[in-house]
């Protein structure tokens, strides 16, 4: 069954413009990892956080975890049209690396 | 570096006939991965191999079986192709079984079967 659940499916945004992506999971995890896949291509890892972990940051990129409410967000700050892509919440929630993957969130930055 | 390497890229089957997708890194990578993606279901795990000489189901195997050929090479078979495995597949490997590493992914086969 599918373990984490995106929000919303789809975002166009203005580049420059910020871009959050919300991920809710049903049981409790180990980690949670983010992934983007570009049109045609495999995924590629963002980010990382772990079940202790509230807030994490990599670049442009944001990751909030909230264990209580089980959800997790993505802020992508000032994105840019190389921005354009999927992006994937996966779970871990066995610790051994079998990540459950959401549906993905599709996101358009226009130039 | 050539990282995650699936072959073919394309395939286009007949109902009942079988292939061999083929996958290898070259990462020294212990874990290794298949995943199908469809269309709004995002990706579901195949079957998955912790470590050379070991291989597990995951949450739909129905169908497949998997070979993990070497500590490089993880190849996955469909016997008898049915038009409900038309999907884009996904191998992808890991250094370690154990959690918080990140997955590093092929670039995919898309199959057709009609």
């Given at each position: 069954s599918q373990q984490g659940e995106e929000d919303p499916q789809a975002l166009s945004i203005q580049e420059g413009e910020n871009a959050t992506m919300n991920c809710s999971y049903k049981t409790?995890?180990?980690?949670?990892?983010?992934?983007?896949?570009?049109?045609?291509?495999?995924l590629?890892?963002?980010?990382?956080i772990r079940s202790n972990e509230r807030e994490k940051h990599s670049g442009r990129l944001r990751v909030t975890l909230d264990t209580s409410k089980k959800s997790s967000s993505l802020l992508i700050t000032a994105s840019r049209a190389a921005d354009t892509a999927s992006y994937f919440c996966a779970t871990?929630?066995?610790?051994?690396?079998r990540l459950a993957f959401g549906k993905g969130n599709q996101v358009v930055v226009i130039p | 570096n050539a990282g995650v390497t699936q072959t073919p890229k394309f395939q286009v089957l007949k109902t009942g006939q079988s292939m061999t997708l083929?996958?290898?890194?070259?990462?020294?990578?212990?874990s290794m991965y298949w995943y199908r993606q469809d269309p709004g279901m995002g990706l579901r795990l195949i079957y998955y191999s912790a470590s050379e000489g070991t291989t597990d189901k995951g949450e739909v195997p129905n169908g497949y079986n998997v070979s993990r050929l070497n500590k490089r090479e993880f190849s996955l078979r469909l016997e008898s192709a049915a038009p409900s495995q038309t999907s884009v597949y996904f191998c992808a490997s890991v250094k370690t079984g154990t959690g918080g590493s990140p997955l590093h992914?092929?670039?995919g086969t898309r199959l057709t079967v009609t």
């Open positions: 409790s995890i180990n980690n949670l990892q983010w992934y983007r896949q570009n049109s045609g291509r495999g590629v890892h963002l980010i990382l871990d929630v066995g610790g051994n690396n | 083929q996958c290898a890194q070259d990462m020294n990578h212990n992914f092929g670039n």
